[in-house]
């Protein structure tokens, strides 16, 4: 059996190899995708830096010649323009805020009151809000000099106010780690690995099933000596080492997403247990999907109804995979390690915040070998029947 299956893997390993559509769609998006996420990050932040450093286009109405109108005139972190129409401005984003200083402000300035100030901005555009905030930063440094005038005035010290210092440390800088650099890996590494684990078998898989009944080049095989369980499990084995590939195909994009951008992952170490479980997370549900697809292909008459039945498998993917990327890897629920692919990735979440709980890993490595065994069973009576086969 080891013999034949071992040429048939060998004949469908090159035949996947020589497909250019294959080799694109498993291997080369794969490496690409997180490369152009970096730099599309980076770029993306790059311009809302260069944005935050500029000063912030306002508009004052009221009281234009106040002191607190001055003081706004004359900060660096304020740009105050004219318009004949603020408001058409604001919707323009020829200015980012509106600031109304009414006499009722001034006058609760004067009295040592609490002022009321409106600013009107724009809540849908992103460039009105990191405005509002910076504009905010001014309001409030202008309210603690009022503060410490107000403090001076009656003889008090301004650390009266200070009840207490908070002085905030997270454990995972003393670690060596970057938070939110970990906070990334775990949001996006379990989900492309989950994505990629089961979308990278789909192209192989519809070749060596549909596509050999499209070409009619799957009876010829049938009529050999060859049994059909040695000819199933080439075919499959193939199209898993194709998954697996297309897994590490992501990883590679992922170490040169790093070069490119390199404070998207900055300072981020994986032990090497964390790897071997996340690896053999991945390789359990590349294991799976690789018979589910494979059976489906061989179901389908043609290459283009393959096709219609195997992309529905990327939305099945997406729905576990974005449910779960938000998933604090710390607190991960009990029955999410019973549910399929929830498990896989929350198990590859719980191990990168080096959590190796025995239950949790056995458990979901249990699930694991129960669905590849299903999947397998159900593409080797698919395969067997001659109804599936030849439904063309």
């Known amino acids: 059996m080891f013999k034949y299956m071992n040429i048939v893997l060998k004949k469908e390993i090159i035949d996947i190899m020589r497909d250019k559509k294959t080799l694109i769609t498993s291997f080369l998006i794969p490496i690409l995708i997180f490369p152009i996420m970096a730099f599309a990050m980076g770029a993306s932040v790059s311009e809302v830096m260069k944005d935050t450093e500029k000063p912030v286009p306002i508009y004052i109405q009221g009281e234009v010649e106040s002191g607190f109108g001055e003081y706004l005139r004359n900060s660096q972190d304020t740009?105050?323009?004219?318009?004949?129409?603020?408001?058409?401005?604001?919707?323009?984003?020829?200015?980012?805020?509106?600031?109304?200083?009414?006499?009722?402000?001034?006058s609760q300035l004067q009295n040592k009151e609490t002022a009321s100030l409106e600013i009107l901005y724009d809540e849908s555009s992103q460039k009105s809000i990191s405005g509002l905030s910076k504009l905010n930063k001014v309001i409030n440094d202008y309210s603690q000099k009022e503060l410490l005038n107000r403090l001076s005035e009656?003889?008090?010290?301004?650390?009266?106010?200070?009840?207490?210092?908070?002085?905030?440390?997270?454990?995972?800088?003393?670690?060596?780690?970057?938070?939110?650099?970990?906070?990334?890996?775990?949001?996006?590494?379990?989900?492309?690995?989950?994505?990629?684990?089961?979308?990278?078998?789909?192209?192989?898989?519809?070749?060596?099933?549909?596509?050999?009944?499209?070409?009619?080049?799957?009876?010829?095989?049938?009529?050999?000596?060859?049994?059909?369980?040695?000819?199933?499990?080439?075919?499959?084995?193939?199209?898993?080492?194709?998954?697996?590939?297309?897994?590490?195909?992501?990883?590679?994009?992922?170490?040169?997403?790093?070069?490119?951008?390199?404070?998207?992952?900055?300072?981020?170490?994986?032990?090497?247990?964390?790897?071997?479980?996340?690896?053999?997370?991945?390789?359990?549900?590349?294991?799976?999907?690789?018979?589910?697809?494979?059976?489906?292909?061989?179901?389908?008459?043609?290459?283009?109804?393959?096709?219609?039945?195997?992309?529905?498998?990327?939305?099945?993917?997406?729905?576990?995979?974005?449910f779960t990327m938000y998933l604090d890897g710390k607190v991960v629920p009990s029955l999410y390690f019973h549910i399929p692919i929830i498990n896989t990735i929350s198990i590859m979440k719980e191990t990168l915040v080096s959590i190796y709980n025995p239950m949790?890993?056995?458990?979901?490595?249990?699930?694991?070998?129960?669905?590849?065994?299903?999947?397998?069973?159900?593409?080797?009576?698919?395969?067997?029947?001659?109804?599936?086969?030849?439904?063309?």
Request: proline content about 4%; some cysteine.
């Open 154 to 322: 009656l003889g008090l010290e301004p650390s009266i106010l200070e009840v207490v210092n908070i002085e905030s440390k997270s454990v995972t800088e003393e670690d060596g780690q970057n938070g939110l650099s970990m906070m990334l890996v775990s949001m996006l590494v379990p989900m492309m690995l989950a994505i990629w684990a089961s979308t990278g078998c789909i192209a192989p898989a519809t070749d060596l099933g549909a596509g050999e009944k499209e070409r009619q080049t799957l009876e010829p095989l049938l009529t050999t000596n060859v049994s059909r369980t040695s000819l199933l499990f080439g075919k499959y084995f193939a199209v898993v080492i194709s998954g697996i590939l297309a897994t590490f195909a992501s990883l590679i994009g992922m170490g040169l997403a790093t070069r490119i951008n390199p404070s998207l992952f900055a300072t981020v170490s994986i032990s090497p247990s964390t790897i071997l479980i996340i690896a053999l997370a991945a390789i359990g549900l590349t294991l799976t999907f690789a018979a589910i697809e494979l059976a489906i292909s061989f179901y389908a008459r043609n290459f283009k109804e393959a096709q219609t039945y195997l992309t529905p498998i990327t939305f099945i993917v997406l729905i576990p995979a974005y």
């Open 79 to 106: 740009n105050v323009v004219e318009s004949k129409n603020p408001e058409k401005s604001l919707e323009k984003l020829d200015i980012y805020a509106i600031v109304t200083v009414t006499p009722e402000f001034l």
């Open 360 to 392: 949790h890993i056995g458990t979901v490595f249990i699930w694991t070998l129960i669905y590849i065994a299903l999947s397998i069973a159900f593409v080797l009576s698919l395969f067997k029947n001659e109804n599936v086969i030849f439904r063309n």
